[in-house]
């Protein structure tokens, strides 16, 4: 008997630097970045339904569900392989919206590998990267689920090891619109490319942190705190902020000092990913 109902992670990432290093002829930036994957996970639960609809009971706040990327990645595989069961998703958000750790493309990915499980589509990982490259750039890699450095518009990926290290994320409760940040004359397009090898000798920032840091002085602040205790960095285009800590403990340390109006938590980097891990273990007739 086919599986009815699938409850998988869609994890948090880190962009632990990105570079713009040129624009291509359409208007999309051209990106270097290293993602690595978090033990900070939405969680997501798939029921099949037989009448071939797409429902969200629970999602993101303030988010309607035909915006909803997860809607819109579970009705562009239907479409894509002609199934014609449907299904319910709900969304139990953990991941801070608009602070640059990629719940939202994330979301989506494990929509697309969970219903490509559930209806038995059958599509291999590269299939469902390629689809979810139509719902956003950063999709692909979570679909994936390897840590790896991104060149193009962030969907030319290669896979790196990347050590098991903790960190410390803090989002200001701010949100931080990325199409104003891309539009604004003061950010970087034209950074040198770089390699894993330069990058590991020191090289490497996110372009987006000086802009972020002028527009939004709560980020500054949020910065300027947790450089306090370790060597503090924007990921993706903000608000979140990370720090590498030697352990879950003294991050958890470093978080009692928080100030209140701040959310923190610790996470470690992996380079599978949770999602990855998990459909790992579904019985083979399913992944």
């Not at 920032?205 to 705190?225: D, G, H, L, M, T």
Request: net charge neutral.
């Amino acid at each position: 008997m086919a599986m009815q109902t699938l409850t998988l992670p869609a994890p948090a990432k880190l962009n632990l630097f990105l570079h713009i290093t040129g624009r291509r002829a359409d208007g999309y930036h051209l990106l270097q970045t290293l993602f690595v994957f978090l033990d900070f996970v939405d969680e997501i639960t798939l029921t099949v339904r037989e009448d071939g609809a797409i429902s969200r009971p629970t999602g993101a706040a303030g988010v309607p569900a035909e915006a909803d990327l997860t809607v819109r990645a579970a009705r562009l595989l239907q479409q894509t392989t002609g199934c014609r069961l449907g299904a319910d998703i709900q969304v139990h958000k953990r991941i801070p919206m608009g602070g640059g750790l990629g719940g939202g493309s994330s979301d989506a990915a494990t929509v697309l590998q969970g219903l490509n499980v559930l209806w038995q589509c059958g599509l291999s990982d590269d299939a469902l990267a390629e689809l979810g490259l139509r719902l956003g750039a950063d999709v692909p890699v979570f679909v994936r689920g390897q840590a790896a450095w991104a060149e193009g518009i962030g969907e030319q990926l290669t896979p790196v090891a990347v050590p098991d290290s903790w960190y410390v994320v803090i989002h200001p409760q701010v949100h931080v619109p990325t199409a104003e940040l891309f539009s604004s004359p003061d950010l970087t397009r034209n950074c040198p490319a770089i390699t894993l090898a330069t990058f590991h000798g020191g090289a490497g920032i996110n372009v987006f942190q000086p802009v972020v840091e002028k527009r939004y002085p709560e980020v500054a602040k949020a910065i300027s705190w947790l450089s306090g205790y370790t060597n503090a960095r924007l990921t993706g285009s903000g608000s979140c902020l990370f720090g590498s800590v030697s352990s879950r403990h003294e991050g958890e340390t470093i978080l009692k000092s928080l100030p209140n109006k701040w959310f923190g938590f610790v996470a470690q980097g992996v380079s599978l990913s949770p999602l990855q891990q998990k459909l790992a273990t579904l019985p083979t007739l399913y992944n």
